[in-house]
T-cell receptor, first 114, second 116 residues
């Protein structure tokens, strides 16, 4: 059974710092991996999607990496801003390789202080 | 089992058909969501309902019509869809949808829709 773990559960940093959020999963047979942002009172916003054949994806100040063999993904946020404060979710698509089975981590709650 | 069920699990429909997707949550939650997961694309939020009122509509075409008759049930009515609407449609619920707190969302297994 696929399990997704995110470390740390909460993180508080001063504005301008670079930071890394970690995600690990137990079954390497995944279809893709997504990083989401969740703001209070809002639905999920997709940040980056990495297909199983890819190693990393970049969007602006965000970079996500994927190492299937070790069951790890990281989300790197450069030059953090107060507007980055949110809960970040790692979501693995696929359990044994089948598409559509989304397994969520519990999230990392990020607070960026001005 | 997450406590969120969706039916049907698979649906094939023609472009002129009318069909409905159903979502039911057994968690006592107040907020429900529809998401679209297209092949090789990120998950897209479609609609958000809080206490049976629609609070968010992310520029979804009118051929998708949501309905939330009570806090446990959410429907997505489909009519005159296009082949590009083929996707996995996911329903989710959360305890609440307040602006000052993030609640974990519980997802159903999804309905895989194919439009021919």
């Amino acid at each position: 059974k696929q399990e997704v773990t995110q470390i740390p559960a909460a993180l508080s940093v001063p504005e301008g710092e670079n930071l890394v959020l970690n995600c690990s999963f137990t079954d390497s047979a995944i279809y893709n991996l997504q990083w989401f942002r969740q703001d209070p009172g809002k639905g999920l916003t997709s940040l980056l999607l990495i297909q199983s054949s890819q190693r990393e994806q970049t969007s602006g100040r965000l970079n996500a990496s994927l190492d299937k063999s070790s069951g790890r993904s990281t989300l790197y946020i450069a030059a953090s801003q107060p507007g980055d404060s949110a809960t970040y979710l790692c979501v693995v698509n696929g359990n044994g390789g089948s598409q559509g089975n989304l397994i969520f981590g519990k999230g990392t709650k990020l607070s960026v202080k001005p | 089992e997450t406590g969120v069920t969706q039916t049907p699990r698979h649906l094939v429909m023609g472009m002129t058909n009318k069909k409905s997707l159903k979502c039911e949550q057994h968690l006592g939650h107040n907020a429900m969501y529809w998401y679209k997961q297209s092949a090789k694309k990120p998950l897209e939020l479609m609609f958000v309902y809080s206490l049976e009122e629609r609070v968010e509509n992310n520029s979804v075409p009118s051929r998708f019509s949501p309905e939330c008759p009570n806090s446990s049930h959410l429907f997505l009515h489909l009519h005159t869809l296009q082949p590009e609407d083929s996707a996995l449609y996911l329903c989710a619920s959360s305890q609440d949808n307040r602006a000052d707190f993030t609640y974990e969302q519980y997802f159903g297994p999804g309905t895989r829709l194919t439009v021919t």
